[in-house]
């Protein structure tokens, strides 16, 4: 089990080449006690990277709203930043 708290990934899914490495990663870095905040502008292929957390059934997704974002960081109305909280799901 691994030692982190935390991870913050920030702007780390825009060249989707890079998204099945970025998730593998993930998985060797996270345990269940792992909270990862994940903060994206929205360009072609970030979303996709979410797809493939689906994918896996390995991590619990929540997005956090836009108006909770909004008292979070200071941003331009429709500026296009997303950000999803994401944990490892517990092994049955």
Not at 8 to 16: D, G, Y
Not at 69 to 81: M, R, S, T
Request: hydrophobic share 50%.
């Amino acid at each position: 089990e691994t030692d982190f708290d935390y991870i913050i990934m920030s702007e780390l899914v825009f060249e989707a080449d890079l998204h099945d490495e970025l998730l593998w990663s993930m998985q060797r870095l996270c345990s269940p006690k792992t909270v990862v905040y994940h903060i994206f502008l929205d360009r072609p292929f970030s979303f996709m990277f979410l797809a493939k957390v689906d994918d896996t059934q390995a991590f619990d997704v929540k997005a956090v709203a836009d108006e909770d974002l909004d008292n979070l960081v200071f941003l331009q109305q429709d500026a296009g930043v997303h950000m999803h909280i994401m944990q490892l799901k517990a092994k049955s």
